[in-house]
């Protein structure tokens, strides 16, 4: 049985062999079965942390402690014990700490066993000590990872709301500036140019001051947009779609065609330039401000949409065919209309306020031909 045993386990060495000696010359009796329960007992201290740690690796870690355990009663070598502990010190950063008590439990039955000789029994007691200590050690290694990996885990999870909350607050002074201060800003400078060119009589230095504060209104909404554009970096303008430009113009007119049923025409005269983002938003939004007029208040009427590119600026003209707006003695060529026609309202003031917060003007009125039209003059830089 015992060659066997030792054959089965291809250990051909002489130290196995020696081993093996040992335990026929006690007979086979109920010495050599102790023998043999002590060599199992080292074989399992020594090659299972291993076969836990790596499973694909049992057989030749079974063999190896086979040959470590055949020789363990002629020798414990300090490399077989640095072997021991570093293995037990694995299963215990692997977080398998009963596992490792459990493989460590057979060094003290094997130092019991080691029987006369005194320097087996040292070294295998110093493995039953060291051994679980190492594992513990090894588990107290791998908390404090997950400590740390906790904090850190912990830090920028804090740090990402923290960052969330700035930008929300961010979005939220931005949405507050445009809503609130810009709408503000823009109606000072149109109440000032509507002053300017409207109070009759008005002295010329008056003129003056009514054209600086408008200048002033709108330098200030300029500044505005930038101070808008900082605050939503980062923030609202990564989650917004682009703003529509002169580029969408094209859907719509179409758009248009669909829902007032009227022919809609686009012209373009001179060479198309490029245009601040800005400019372009507030002409396409009086575009679509005056197309819809149009359908509200000349359904079916047809409708020109004329832009002619200067060297210094958009001329924007909306005109329909329709029946126009009844006279007002009030009309002064800038404001709205009144009547039956019924073009007035907010917004022609909106298509007002857009284009003065770029620095350009716009008339509203009946158009040469009749109709209503809706001119502007923008910048092709806001001034």
Do not use: W
């Not at 007029?293 to 004329?306: F, I, K, L, M, T």
Request: hydrophobic share 50%; proline share 7%; charged share 20%.
């Amino acid at each position: 049985m015992v060659a066997a045993f030792v054959e089965l386990t291809a250990v051909r060495g002489p130290l196995p062999r020696l081993a093996a000696e040992r335990i026929q010359q006690a007979g086979g009796g109920a010495l050599g079965v102790k023998l043999l329960f002590v060599v199992g007992l080292f074989c399992a201290a020594t090659a299972l942390p291993l076969v836990f740690l790596r499973p694909a690796a049992a057989g030749p870690a079974v063999t190896a402690a086979v040959l470590g355990a055949l020789g363990a009663f002629h020798a414990v070598t300090a490399v077989g014990i640095v072997a021991v502990l570093v293995a037990q010190y694995r299963l215990g950063r692997a977080g398998r700490l009963p596992v490792a008590l459990a493989l460590a439990l057979p060094f003290p039955v094997l130092a019991l066993a080691a029987g006369s000789d005194p320097d087996l029994r040292v070294r295998l007691g110093l493995l039953a000590v060291l051994a679980p200590a190492v594992a513990a050690a090894g588990l107290q290694r791998r908390a404090r990872g997950q400590r740390a990996v906790h904090e850190e885990t912990r830090r920028l999870a804090l740090g990402a709301v923290a960052e969330n909350a700035v930008r929300a607050e961010r979005a939220r002074i931005a949405r507050e500036l445009h809503d609130v201060v810009a709408h503000h800003v823009s109606m000072i400078a149109v109440r000032a140019e509507t002053a300017r060119l409207a109070t009759p009589g008005l002295p010329a230095q008056g003129a003056e001051r009514l054209l600086e504060i408008g200048d002033a209104a709108r330098d200030a909404l300029a500044e505005m947009r930038c101070l808008l554009g900082v605050l939503r970096e980062d923030g609202e303008a990564a989650d917004r779609a682009p703003q529509p430009g002169l580029a969408r113009l094209g859907e719509l007119l179409e758009e248009a065609r669909r829902a007032g049923g009227g022919v809609v025409r686009l012209v373009v005269r001179g060479a198309p330039a490029p245009l601040d983002p800005g400019v372009e938003l507030a002409a396409y939004r009086i575009v679509r401000e005056a197309l819809t007029n149009a359908r509200r208040h000349a359904p079916g009427a047809a409708v020109d949409v004329e832009l002619a590119y200067t060297a210094a600026a958009l001329e924007l003209r909306v005109r329909d065919n329709g029946p126009g707006p009844d006279p007002d003695p009030a009309d002064d060529g800038h404001g709205g209309h009144g009547g039956h026609g019924g073009y007035g309202g907010h917004g022609l003031l909106g298509m007002r306020e857009r284009a003065a917060a770029v620095g350009g003007t716009l008339r509203t009125g009946p158009g040469p031909g009749g109709g209503f039209a809706v001119e502007a003059v923008l910048p092709r830089r806001p001034r």
